[in-house]
């Protein structure tokens, strides 16, 4: 331990003698040279600009054509930096304009008038659960208004309006442990309901246990179903699970054709309810 502690201690003398040997040495082009290239080594920034000339007198050409090459060699890498992140810039917005293109080419085929919305924000701790768009009442959203997504090529059901304000709204996802749709299942049309879990799974009741259900069955929004148009895509069954034995019925995981954690823009169905229908909302807000 002593003999590192010495060994530190030379080298602090060692250094300051030299530091200071360089300072009152007679400003020759060589002890000139080191000074700068020791404070280039430490401090590079200290020889651009105004000060360089000041800097790089009494210093030997061959030299200063090393310190411009290394400036010239920093500069050229920075604007390297600057054009890789325009590159990434640009991929984005081409990315994103193929994404908004595709999803006008749907919207346009679509039997239901709407607008556009932008997910502006989600929280972490109610993913699953709701976000906010940035359409309010000033752009004519309404609550229970239908939440599209558009998802492979295809529009399928995010959710719903659930609150709304002069500039923005806040949407209840069919994945929110509270939200729930009827659905018609493909191809026989046989009704039953799908609530959401929190999670990114659907969970589907009240399939009559006779029901020929199975893997990979499409369901889509029944007409018995007030909330939502009817033949709106909602997802697929991924697992059936055998009847309880206290149970009339059986039940089915559903994967959603909406991925909550990709969904950047959605579609705002505009929806007629009966006045009666409202009033509870109404009444609540």
């Not at 640009?90 to 994404?99: D, G, I, P, T, W």
């Not at 080419?105 to 932008?118: E, F, I, K, M, Q």
């Not at 990979?216 to 991924?238: C, D, I, N, R, S």
Request: glycine share 8%.
């Amino acid at each position: 331990m002593s003999r590192e502690k010495d060994a530190a201690n030379y080298a602090l003398v060692f250094f300051a003698v030299l530091s200071v040997l360089l300072l009152l040495f007679p400003a020759s082009k060589l002890a000139h040279t080191a000074r700068i290239t020791v404070s280039y080594s430490l401090y590079p920034s200290l020889h651009y600009g105004a000060k360089y000339d000041y800097f790089v007198r009494n210093v030997p050409a061959n030299f200063v054509d090393l310190l411009e090459t290394d400036q010239d060699n920093r500069a050229l890498k920075e604007k390297v930096r600057n054009l890789e992140l325009r590159l990434q810039e640009a991929a984005a917005l081409v990315a994103e304009n193929e994404r908004l293109a595709g999803a006008m080419r749907v919207s346009r085929a679509l039997p239901w008038a709407g607008s556009w919305a932008r997910v502006v924000n989600k929280t972490p701790s109610d993913w699953y659960g709701s976000f906010f768009i940035d359409k309010g009442s000033a752009d004519g959203i309404s609550v229970n208004d239908t939440v599209l997504g558009m998802e492979g090529g295809r529009a399928a059901l995010a959710g719903r309006v659930f609150e709304v304000y002069p500039k923005f709204s806040k949407v209840l996802l069919l994945t929110n442990g509270a939200a729930s749709a009827v659905c018609s299942i493909a191809p026989g049309g046989m009704e039953a309901l799908v609530e959401g879990k929190g999670t990114w799974l659907l969970r589907m009741s009240y399939v009559p246990e006779e029901s020929a259900l199975a893997e990979g069955a499409e369901l889509v929004t029944a007409q018995g179903g007030l909330l939502f148009p009817a033949g709106v895509p909602v997802g697929k069954v991924t697992k059936v699970y055998p009847r309880e034995s206290f149970m009339n019925f059986i039940t089915a995981d559903v994967s959603p054709h909406v991925d909550v954690n990709t969904l950047k823009e959605v579609y705002i169905v505009k929806r007629r309810l009966p006045r009666e229908f409202l009033a509870p909302w109404e009444a609540a807000q």
